[in-house]
């Protein structure tokens, strides 16, 4: 039966482990690299980079220049070699998108976000590290090989004497653009993760996002501000940042990366004040 | 230690805890009781911040606890759902929560030492049993040494071993000077365990005091009696005022006398007796009875003093296994 000795005269003096940021840095890196999901989805997007950043090329560099549709002779028959051997990170942004929402949303649905907010309890510290240990790993992790695909793929194309250098015009902002989107784009997930707390949601509509979306504003009439809202839809201001080759209907490099950083920021915001706010 | 002043959570349309006051004190385990559905893991929420109160405040050592500058060492929670990611180890589990707070490495080897999953520690806690989650979610409530632990239903899938090894850390910790604060819808695993309850039905408080003035509440019911001389027995209790029925087993229930008087007149008339029981209300009964009406799931025309609902009956028979 329960003890009926009063109140125990001991004074407990507990060891004070205070909560710091880089405690939560170090915690959310742990976080990142002990879930198999994650690791995987980053060598998904890794190998999506280089795979293609070899292949493109290779397949694309095999036709005759005729066939390409550009003049005979011309910079690798009319295509951006740049954006060539860099078409693979159009693909590792749907798996970014994806990773950045799962960082945060499987901390939802299994429940781990309790143990994370009562580890933490102002919740915004934990969010930010999340964010800055993301971005980091995406921006060394894919940066290495997004540069790896642009070497590669410049390298197959110099056998035609059609591959780029970095030091040409436009070229070396063109492959730094790939690896900021890439980043953008798995933070614009994150904070998508982070309001809509659940990872099948959140993935669909991050890529309906970067994808449908799109082709359905194709359809937008004039009068309707068509053009305007094109330019300025989330997937499509970044359009201009990531090629070498400038499509005059779309924003300029840095109009572009402003427009794309607010949309992000935005998502940001909301996951912020969804975390903070709601009761989880 | 835990202050609750006037809480209040209302989801929706639904009144979850209404007006919950109490306090839990350092040294000694306070057992916190209510059928399920009553509101003990959603106060359990509101006091580490996850669930935000409608109305009222809830203090751990003296502060909201999104204010404390050492949350780990200030309140160990093992609550009710899961808190942990399915993909992820126990021990990777413990080291990220240990780095939120510098706690060294060698603190997260003692805790999983200390809970006995020395042997799971690398593998997938999605892959747990039941008990092996309740010890890696106890593991990461005494990471940080905290002043105060918070155990929601903590025996829940333990094993009899389990469920001793439970009980006695509770006392251990609540000895070492902590608040200890425990739920539980098992009023016999409180019996054991609390010194002090804290009991709410349909979210409202319904006792704050110890559990024996709990269990007092409810007044003997009468005195089981044992005897080979049954017609002389009768008699005796019947002249002595009290009534006496069988009970089916050879024994017989008498009312209205207490066990000393019936000792005596039993002496007195040279009647031997093979058994004398003052039958007391147990703390299950006592709840019972200050609870009905209020709970949650009640069957239709389910009359207050009927026989608690299943779960109940398998964990007193788990009980009577550890004991």
């Avoid at chain 1, 607010?262 to 969804?274: K, Q, T």
Wanted: hydrophobic share 50%; charged share 15%; glycine share 12%.
């Amino acid at each position: 039966m329960s003890a009926t000795t009063s109140p125990a005269p001991v004074q407990f003096r507990p060891t004070e482990h205070r909560v710091t940021f880089g405690g939560l840095l170090r915690s959310e890196w742990i976080k990142f690299w002990s879930v198999r999901s994650v690791v995987v989805t980053m060598a998904a997007a890794f190998v999506a980079i280089v795979g293609f950043g070899i292949l493109l090329p290779f397949a694309v560099g095999s036709q005759p220049a005729a066939e390409r549709g550009g003049p005979p002779g011309g910079p690798s028959g009319g295509l951006d070699p740049t954006a060539l051997s860099l078409q693979g990170a159009q693909l590792a942004s749907l798996i970014v998108a994806a990773l950045g929402v799962i960082v945060i949303a499987g901390e939802f649905s299994t429940g781990m976000v309790r143990t994370s907010f009562v580890s933490a309890p102002r919740r915004l510290g934990v969010l930010a590290a999340k964010a800055i240990v993301l971005a980091v790993t995406v921006a060394v992790v894919l940066g290495v090989a997004v540069f790896l695909a642009f070497f590669i793929g410049q390298a197959v194309l110099d056998r035609n004497g059609t591959g780029a250098s970095l030091s040409d015009d436009g070229v070396l902002r063109a492959v730094l653009g790939n690896v900021l989107v890439l980043v953008g784009i798995a933070l614009a997930g994150l904070g998508l993760g982070a309001l809509m707390r659940n990872s099948a949601g959140a993935i669909c509509t991050i890529l309906a996002a970067l994808f449908v979306l799109p082709l359905l504003l194709l359809a937008l009439p004039e009068s309707w501000g068509g053009p305007t809202i094109r330019e300025y839809y989330f997937a499509n201001t970044t359009t201009n940042s990531i090629a070498v080759q400038q499509q005059s209907e779309y924003l300029g490099v840095g109009a572009g990366f402003a427009v794309f950083a607010v949309w992000v920021a935005v998502l940001l915001a909301l996951g912020a004040i969804s975390a903070k706010t709601r009761d989880v | 230690m835990i202050e609750a002043v006037g809480l209040r959570k209302v989801y929706g349309s639904k009144v979850a805890v209404e007006d919950l006051s109490f306090t839990v004190r350092p040294g000694i385990v306070t057992g916190f009781l209510g059928p399920n559905g009553s509101g003990k893991s959603t106060t359990m929420r509101m006091v580490v911040g996850l669930d935000r109160p409608t109305a009222g405040r809830v203090l751990v050592d003296g502060k909201p606890f999104a204010q404390a500058v050492a949350p780990l060492s200030t309140i160990g929670a093992l609550l009710d759902a899961k808190a942990v990611h399915t993909g992820r180890s126990a021990f990777r589990h413990l080291q990220a929560m240990a780095a939120t707070a510098g706690i060294p490495k060698s603190r997260v080897e003692e805790v999983v030492d200390l809970v006995g999953l020395r042997e799971v520690a690398r593998k997938r806690a999605g892959g747990f049993s039941l008990g092996m989650g309740q010890r890696l979610g106890i593991a990461s409530a005494l990471l940080g040494d905290p002043s105060t632990v918070m155990f929601d239903e903590p025996v829940n899938g333990l094993d009899p071993d389990g469920i001793l090894w439970i009980r006695h850390l509770m006392k251990d910790l609540a000895r070492e000077g902590r608040a200890v604060f425990v739920s539980s819808h098992l009023m016999s695993e409180m019996a054991l365990t609390a010194e002090h309850l804290v009991v709410i039905g349909r979210g409202r408080l319904i006792a704050d005091e110890s559990v024996q003035s709990f269990i007092d509440r409810v007044h003997p019911r009468g005195v089981t009696v044992r005897s080979p001389q049954v017609q002389q027995l009768t008699d005796v209790v019947r002249g002595a005022g009290g009534s006496i029925t069988p009970t089916g087993d050879g024994a017989f229930e008498v009312v209205g006398l207490t066990a000393e008087q019936i000792g005596d007149a039993a002496r007195d008339a040279g009647v031997a007796l093979h058994e004398l029981t003052t039958v007391r209300a147990s703390l299950e009964e006592a709840f019972m009875e200050l609870t009905a009406g209020s709970l949650e799931y009640q069957a239709q025309g389910t009359g207050p003093a009927v026989a608690p609902p299943a779960p109940n009956q398998l964990s007193r028979t788990a009980e009577e296994v550890a004991r």
